[in-house]
């Protein structure tokens, strides 16, 4: 089994930043893509940032220039650093990892979620 430990949510004011880290553990041969999602209620929840293995990164629109994904291997941890946070970055933000077990199966794991709310 595989988990994944979100932390650094919070309250924060608009143009103020925050950093989100997420740690994974487990049974973890390999950890592959790992990524950051945010959904806000009644809504989808839409891609914010995902880093691959190799450090290739890919940014939603939003949050290009913002935002920055990176990731620490040796940790098995993925972080976000959100710089000129809006209101509109409200939201539950969750971790998610493609994980390749001993027996060579990957999966996709999510974390807990962890609420990010940006005051005006």
């Known amino acids: 089994q595989v988990q994944l430990v979100e932390s650094g949510g919070g309250l924060v004011q608009a143009g103020r930043s925050l950093r989100l880290s997420c740690a994974a553990s487990g049974r973890i041969f390999r950890l592959n893509d790992m990524g950051w999602y945010r959904q806000v209620p009644g809504k989808q929840r839409d891609l914010v940032a995902v880093?691959?293995?190799?450090?290739?990164?890919n940014y939603a629109d939003s949050v290009k220039g913002r935002f920055t994904i990176s990731r620490d291997n040796a940790k098995r941890t993925v972080y976000l650093q959100m710089k000129t946070l809006t209101p509109e970055d409200t939201a539950v933000y969750y971790c998610?990892?493609?994980?390749?077990?001993?027996?060579?199966?990957?999966?996709?794991?999510w974390g807990q979620g962890t609420q990010v709310t940006v005051s005006s």
């Open positions: 998610n990892a493609d994980v390749t077990s001993y027996s060579y199966r990957r999966s996709t794991y």
């Open positions: 880093i691959t293995s190799g450090g290739n990164t």
